[in-house]
């Protein structure tokens, strides 16, 4: 069962617009939530997070909300460029056996930004 | 070094064969993590260690993997006996220290298991 939904496997965007991507979870446990990007052949890497104490965080273009009530959270991208044309990962941190602190991600959602 | 490395970058195997993935993380991180991602999902968590210590090891699919970090830095991924259904990307990624839920992937192997 999936724990964490990325439902849109791809969403389009004309450059200057914003782009919203969105993430659903079901585990109630969950206390932490990030993003990650991924460019072709390389690591997903880290761009932004938000602890379910707040409800946002924003950096620069980027900006998470976060809504516990409804399990849902979203990243907007305002303006949106080509160059954040990747896959977008959603994670949340779930309590794990010995204290670990493993990420369950999302399947992706990629965004591909026209000029 | 200046990110998580990981060797091969691509592995090409014959079914039945054992293989080792290597990972080596960023200096001075505590937490190492591998995870599996196959074609069109997410990173699905293996194994976690805190320096030398496995902490986690619910991920892993069955007793044909297993991982080890003796010294608390490099970290292998062994998969014995590979079986088709084993083909996927392997990634590795660290972070700082164990309450840091800021992971630093490597760019994975690719397995290919023939």
């Known amino acids: 069962d999936q724990q964490v939904k990325q439902n849109s496997p791809s969403l389009s965007v004309q450059e200057g617009r914003i782009s919203i991507l969105n993430c659903d979870y079901t585990?109630?446990?969950?206390?932490?939530f990030l993003w990650y990007k991924k460019y072709p052949a390389e690591g997903p890497t880290f761009l932004i997070s938000?602890?379910?104490?707040?409800d946002k965080n924003e950096d620069g273009r980027f900006t998470v909300f976060l809504n516990k009530s409804a399990k849902h959270l979203s990243l907007h991208i305002v303006p949106s460029q080509p160059g954040d044309s990747a896959v977008y990962f959603c994670a949340a941190k779930a309590p794990g056996s010995g204290g670990s602190e493993k990420l369950v991600f999302g399947k992706g959602t990629k965004l591909t930004v026209n000029p | 070094g200046a990110g998580v490395s990981q060797s091969p970058r691509y592995k090409v195997t014959k079914r039945g064969q054992d293989v080792a993935l290597r990972c080596d993380p960023i200096s001075g991180h505590v937490s190492l993590y591998w995870y599996r991602q196959a074609l069109g999902q997410g990173p699905e968590f293996l194994t976690y260690?805190?320096?030398?210590?496995?902490?986690?090891k619910s991920g892993l699919p069955n007793d044909r993997f297993s991982a080890e970090r003796p010294e608390g830095s490099i970290s292998t991924l062994t998969i014995q006996r590979t079986e088709q259904r084993d083909s996927a990307m392997y990634r590795c990624a660290s972070s700082f220290s164990p309450t840091n839920e800021k992971l630093f992937f490597g760019s994975g192997t690719q397995l290919s298991v023939l």
């Open positions: 585990n109630s446990m969950f206390d932490y």
């Open positions: 938000i602890s379910s104490i707040k």
């Open positions: 260690f805190n320096y030398e210590a496995q902490q986690d």
